[in-house]
Nanobody, 125 residues
Framework: QVQLVESGGGLVQAGGSLKLSCAAS????????AGWFRQAPGKERDFVAA????????YYADSVKGRFTISRDNAENTVHLQMNMLKPEDTAVYYC??????????????????WGQGTQVTVSS
């Protein structure tokens, strides 16, 4: 497994942008698929976006398609989530996740074995 630390959360007005980053430790991170999930108070942890180990394929929840972009830099052991046109319903704690090898195109939390501690994103109306 790898250790993950998220950063970049904060408070933003609706229509604004934020970029989340996830720093991974471990020399084999380039062999891990990575993803972002989010969890609002009283709700389940939901899939947001995922990226394959080599960055060639990306997957998104319908609710964020066209607004969010996931990317990775294996040389820097980082994964990013660029969030544009933010809406109040995007408010949640955002978690970075990683799993060795291949993941489903619409992954669930159980598909990932490594998790960060989460970073709060709040979008005001």
């Amino acid at each position: 497994q790898v250790q993950l630390v998220e950063s970049g959360g904060g408070l933003v007005q609706a229509g604004g942008s934020l970029k989340l980053s996830c720093a991974a430790s471990g020399r084999t991170f380039s062999s891990y698929a990575a993803g972002w999930f989010r969890q609002a108070p009283g709700k389940e942890r939901d899939f947001v976006a995922a990226i394959t180990w080599n960055g060639k394929s990306t997957y998104y929840a319908d609710s964020v398609k066209g607004r969010f972009t996931i990317s990775r830099d294996n040389a820097e052991n980082t994964v990013h989530l660029q969030m544009n046109m933010l809406k109040p319903e995007d408010t949640a704690v955002y978690y970075c996740a990683a799993e060795f090898g291949i993941i489903p195109t619409i992954p669930r939390p159980d598909d990932f074995g490594s998790w960060g501690q989460g970073t709060q994103v709040t979008v005001s109306s």
